[in-house]
């Protein structure tokens, strides 16, 4: 047996004759005891080094995100029955599943939550800023309603006061019963508005060369089972995105509808290319650098001896801790 698979490594220690020990997978819940279910008896007595390691992963994302696990200890050391059964290659190729999947796929998914996150904030608050804008359009249709029942004096007396109303980074313009409130492009909502499209789009950028080298590494290596469960729900939000905010946005503020509008030859007005402030995921180009540094956390080579050397370190760092408190 390799002497490497006879040091203990993080979450799985070896016996002497480097099998994985049984009952000895930290961080993981209790579920309330049972028999093993006959999905796991039958995965720890035919199943594949891939298929339990597929198991114990989704365990753990269970556990990460409910704080209990779905997997009794009976039936964990049923598992490793099961991957013990395959020889030294098999728990070599498990080990080696266990370090991608903490070492690369974690590691790849808190980047890509790190820049779903930023992107989604500067995307949610500029939906805040166009919703502004828009509630202008409805409130000059509102004023429009009114004055269109009035005439003379009173046409006049209630003209001039909606004249005066104070609407942030905009203008009120009547002409007879009609009212407009103009967002004026040095104003300041309109700069804010500006600001926020540029940012939302940048961070944008950087999410969709994530996830383009994601879909990649996951194609080729059918790793799609380690996975992290919220990096799938950002996935699902993302490509949604369009649609989410869709839901309480006109579509005039959308670029590529205008560019649609455009490509089909209907006319684009000045107002049409100032509304247009949201970018879109499938038209805008990922962004090199971001696309540089996902490929190269992907692109490592990983294996068991790499948890083993986290194991050294993480040693080290206690014994450090035990000799101060001494």
């Not at 039936?75 to 098999?90: A, C, F, M, Y």
Request: net charge negative; charged share 35%; aromatic share 10%.
């Amino acid at each position: 047996m390799d002497e490497e698979l006879k040091k203990k490594v993080p979450e799985w220690e070896l016996n002497k004759k480097g099998k994985i020990k049984l009952s000895e997978m930290p961080n993981q819940g209790e579920a309330e005891d049972r028999e093993p279910s006959e999905e796991v008896k039958l995965l720890s007595s035919m199943g594949s080094v891939e298929q339990i390691a597929e198991c114990f992963i989704v365990d753990y994302e269970l556990k990460t995100l409910f704080g209990k696990s779905n997997l009794t200890e009976r039936e964990k050391d049923l598992l490793r029955v099961g991957i013990n059964r395959q020889g030294p290659k098999g728990v070599k190729t498990f080990l080696t599943c266990v370090a991608i999947y903490e070492k690369k796929v974690k590691k790849y998914g808190n980047s890509f939550i790190f820049e779903y996150a930023a992107f989604e904030a500067e995307a949610n608050e500029l939906c805040e800023k166009v919703t502004v804008w828009e509630s202008y359009d409805r409130e000059a249709e509102h004023l429009t309603g009114i004055l269109s029942g009035l005439s003379g004096d009173d046409l006049k007396r209630a003209s001039e006061k909606i004249r005066s109303y104070d609407y942030r980074g905009a203008t009120v313009r009547v002409d007879g019963s009609k009212v407009k409130i103009d967002v004026e492009e040095d104003g300041e909502l309109y700069e804010s508005i500006k600001s926020l499209s540029a940012s939302t789009e940048a961070h944008l950028k950087r999410v969709k060369a994530y996830d383009i080298m994601l879909f990649e590494y996951f194609t080729q290596t059918n790793f799609w089972f380690m996975l992290p469960y919220n990096v799938e729900i950002m996935l699902d939000r993302l490509h949604c995105f369009h649609d989410y905010v869709g839901e309480w946005l006109p579509e005039k503020y959308f670029k590529s509808v205008i560019n649609e509008r455009r490509a089909s030859g209907k006319p684009i007005t000045p107002e049409d290319e100032k509304r247009a402030v949201f970018p879109d995921f499938q038209e805008i180009e990922a962004d090199e650098a971001a696309l540089f540094e996902a490929n190269r956390i992907l692109s490592q080579e990983i294996d068991y001896k790499d948890l083993k050397k986290d194991s050294k370190k993480d040693s080290k760092k206690d014994s450090k801790k035990d000799s101060k408190e001494e």
